[in-house]
């Protein structure tokens, strides 16, 4: 960066100002509520300490299986989304046919709302008159038609499954424009020295996009951790908690006036994410060089 290109410290204040009063001021105040027992069915707020915090890691309800299910689901979707969507953006940046045809096709996914595709999901995955079964048996496999969104043993997973078809067209031009910005100069030496496709991934490719792979997994990140809209389409947490995640408890908590304990999941997560997005920005800007 040059010196001239970097604008007074008061430009961002009024970003500060609004990401304060939007997101860290509710997130303090929702910390402070954990520590009470305010509820919807007395009118008296008491300090009771970290009651809340120890039902929550007890281990005597759900919460763990809440925090493990968010944890895991984010785990895998961004593995998932990245994996994918790296290999689609490295297909999809050679001169092929029908390039921008592909990535339109595989962007389109992440364009419609979330509830949408939940809604769509549930027609299709539905274990009698679903399109996907109905297809499995028209074709002789009748073997692999399953119960997607009602089994235990499958239905988080189809839930995640769904996301990743949803979300990696998205990842996918975000590392297409990465791709697209490395300079064509690299690959002509790299060319010229004799270096094979997989070579030229591995140490032009791969190295340059490692920002934009860091922006890439921040944003899954974020997006996993506060996951929503699309357990709450599919399966609304069921069968018997199997696809519970943490937002999806605050929203339970909340609807039963049990105002506490659902501003207490949303406080731990609300750390673990200041905590998870700390460590981060550290890795991103480590390498930064002002000069």
Not at 25 to 32: A, E, F, N, S, W
Request: aromatic share 16%; no cysteine.
């Amino acid at each position: 960066m040059q010196k001239s290109k970097i604008y007074p410290w008061y430009f961002a204040i009024g970003s500060v100002l609004v990401y304060t009063v939007l997101s860290v001021v509710p997130g303090l105040l929702g910390i402070g509520y954990s520590f009470t027992d305010w509820s919807a069915y007395s009118q008296d707020l008491h300090f009771v300490g970290f009651t809340n915090f120890i039902a929550v890691f007890s281990g005597e309800n759900d919460y763990i299986r809440y925090i493990s299910n968010t944890v895991w689901f984010t785990f895998v979707t961004v593995i998932a989304k990245t994996g994918l969507g790296l290999l689609f953006a490295v297909a999809l940046s050679r001169n092929i046919k029908w390039k921008n045809f592909h990535r339109g096709i595989l962007y389109l996914p992440s364009v419609l709302p979330i509830l949408v595709t939940g809604l769509v999901f549930t027609s299709i995955l539905n274990p009698k008159t679903g399109f996907l079964n109905e297809f499995l048996r028209a074709i002789g496999l009748e073997v692999l038609a399953k119960k997607w969104l009602v089994d235990p043993k499958i239905a988080f997973g189809s839930v995640m499954a769904v996301d990743i078809w949803r979300g990696v067209g998205y990842i996918m031009t975000l590392l297409i424009a990465g791709i697209l910005a490395i300079p064509g100069i690299y690959y002509e030496a790299a060319a010229i020295d004799g270096a094979n496709a997989w070579q030229r991934f591995r140490y032009i490719t791969l190295p340059m996009l490692r920002q934009t792979l860091a922006v890439t997994i921040v944003l899954n990140v974020i997006y996993g951790l506060k996951v929503f809209d699309m357990v709450y389409a599919l399966t609304n947490g069921g069968p018997g908690h199997r696809t519970e995640v943490l937002y999806t408890a605050v929203y339970k908590m909340m609807s039963k006036g049990l105002y506490a304990e659902g501003t207490t999941i949303s406080s731990v997560l609300f750390i673990f994410m200041v905590i998870i997005g700390y460590f981060m920005v550290k890795v991103l800007t480590k390498d930064e060089v002002v000069e």
